[in-house]
């Protein structure tokens, strides 16, 4: 372990000050990864199904306690707001999907600016280790390889360290927008099921004087 350490230490120091900004980027980048990973994962676990939501608007009640996945905080957030007017509390439920939905894609701007950064700083460093070797040059001619040496492994160490942060950033910050965006579909099938219900009972209400089951049309297989 003390070897690992030391080796790594020695690549690091190698690479010269440049270094040390490509280290922050990644440990950022992949504090931000993991949180979104947490993140949309928790969409999905332990949600209320779409039958359980529809029953929940319908008697103004609350999720179960320990639902956190996106159509239990849709229903949660909607109830917090809701007016008691049909065409306005679908405004509201609208107005709630909307900002759930910007949650979904909340960091993944940032992570991908920060794919992209990362190898302009390793090259970055290219630059600064091909001077410092055309320094060398300059002084001592070609012959003094030794010295030569410290400006090229600048150029290669920072330039290598550049595309491992990237390449693994570019390819988890496609996969976490792919996934934000089948959340997005999913929200906004939901949120459309919901509005049509509120809307539904309120007619039925004021036709019959007493609720009915709403006929959705739509597949709640997608819903789910």
């Not at 790594?8 to 980027?25: D, E, H, K, L, T």
């Not at 070797?133 to 040496?149: C, P, S």
């Not at 090229?152 to 976490?176: K, N, W």
């Amino acid at each position: 372990m003390e070897l690992l350490i030391e080796k790594a230490g020695n690549y690091f120091s190698q690479g010269g000050w440049i270094m040390f900004p490509i280290a922050a980027v990644s440990i950022a980048m992949w504090a931000l990864i993991i949180e979104r990973f947490r993140a949309l994962g928790a969409k999905t676990v332990g949600d209320i199904s779409i039958h359980e939501a529809i029953d929940c608007i319908r008697s103004c009640g609350s999720v179960k306690p320990g639902s956190e996945g996106l159509r239990a905080q849709l229903v949660s957030s909607f109830a917090a707001e809701r007016s008691g007017d049909p065409r306005l509390d679908r405004e509201i439920l609208g107005h709630c999907a909307m900002r759930q939905r910007q949650s979904l894609s909340r960091h993944l701007t940032i992570i991908a600016v920060m794919a992209g950064i990362a190898p302009l700083l390793g090259l970055l460093g290219t630059v600064l280790g091909m001077i410092e070797t055309f320094d060398v040059i300059a002084l001592f001619g070609t012959g003094n390889a030794k010295a030569m040496a410290g400006g090229i492994s600048v150029a290669l160490i920072t330039t290598q360290t550049g595309l491992l942060v990237a390449i693994p950033g570019l390819f988890l910050s496609g996969v976490l927008s792919r996934r934000a965006r089948h959340l997005g579909v999913r929200l906004d099938e939901v949120a459309s099921i919901l509005g049509r219900v509120v809307l539904h009972d309120d007619a039925v209400v004021k036709v019959t004087g007493r609720k009915q089951a709403v006929p959705v049309t739509t597949n709640l297989k997608a819903a789910y």
